[in-house]
């Protein structure tokens, strides 16, 4: 159980509306009112309605109640696995799926799918996440890798965190005016006015570092080679945006129209790479694009062939 409290300082807000802009909550504006509505909100020490106006000095506390237990069940779906032994499994990710089971997507994710693959996956790192070191975005492509037991988390983990795992993605971008190479260091924290977005935030938001270095450039676009040195949520593609030169075919921080035949959204995590657990031997693996992004680097290219990028 969770327990926030917040000193109103502004006024003339809805209630809901005003707890929904505090990222520190990580709530939709819905998931607030239904705590509302259960009596979870507090303003002054009674009960309010989603409705109410907050006032100058109010005194809010929000009470987040455990999740529910959620049974997950195996599934059986097509999984491309790139390596797997007894201790970590390497995927590469297709578009569409998602990683981890969250609201609105109990069934068809990427865990539902290792539930079925791997046996006493259960409970590795999680509840809802059993396994799951990182995670792509759901119409992200590419390398993801999966702990197959506690030790193999834990020392996954540490190097995500202390940035010696390198993840090395593909962004095919609007425009091409961009330095060879560069570094974009801006904090990212939930967009005030959108739930569903992520955004430069100086006020709320976490240290956030990406480095880039182009690898072709074309008429109106460029292909990026990006890696992270921090993780955030949406991380490349708020970066990208905010430096103005978004993601093609990204539907939240791009434009919305399709562009050279691409579904959502023309970013790929291509090279993964990472201390074994177990052997400390160094691994690392490469898959290439999907195939509509790799035709529209053809396309872009003027070529009738793929050629392998230096």
Not at 116 to 122: A, C, K, P, Q
Not at 197 to 218: K, P
């Amino acid at each position: 159980m969770n327990q926030y409290q917040i000193v109103a300082e502004q006024s003339e807000s809805r209630l809901d509306a005003f707890l929904a802009a505090h990222a520190e909550l990580g709530l939709s504006r819905s998931r607030i009112k239904a705590l509302i509505d259960e009596g979870h909100v507090q303003v002054n020490g009674l009960t309010p309605k989603a409705s109410q106006s907050v006032q100058p000095g109010d005194q809010i506390t929000v009470t987040v109640p455990p999740p529910k237990v959620v049974e997950l069940a195996a599934e059986e779906i097509p999984l491309d696995v790139v390596y797997e032994d007894e201790d970590v499994l390497v995927v590469n990710k297709p578009r569409g799926l998602v990683v981890h089971p969250s609201h609105g997507h109990w069934q068809g994710t990427l865990v539902n799918a290792l539930l079925d693959h791997v046996e006493d996956l259960e409970g590795i790192g999680g509840e809802l996440r059993p396994g799951i070191v990182h995670r792509l975005d759901k119409d992200t492509t590419g390398l993801l890798v999966v702990a197959k037991n506690e030790r193999a988390m834990a020392s996954l983990q540490d190097q995500i965190r202390e940035h010696s795992a390198r993840r090395i993605y593909w962004a095919l971008v609007h425009g091409n005016t961009m330095p060879d190479t560069g570094r974009i260091e801006a904090p990212i924290g939930r967009h005030p006015g959108d739930r569903k977005r992520m955004a430069v935030n100086t006020r709320q938001g976490r240290e956030s570092i990406t480095h880039f270095r182009v690898l072709e450039r074309y008429t109106g676009y460029a292909l990026l080679e990006c890696r992270l040195e921090t993780g955030r949520t949406h991380q490349i593609r708020v970066h990208l945006s905010f430096i103005g030169h978004p993601v093609v075919a990204d539907p939240l921080y791009g434009t919305r129209k399709a562009h050279l035949g691409l579904e959502p959204q023309a970013l790929h995590a291509r090279q993964l790479g990472f201390t074994h657990p177990t052997t400390g031997e160094w691994m690392e693996f490469t898959a290439e694009p999907p195939a509509d992004m790799m035709a529209a680097i053809k396309r872009l290219r003027g070529e009738g062939s793929a050629d392998e990028l230096r």
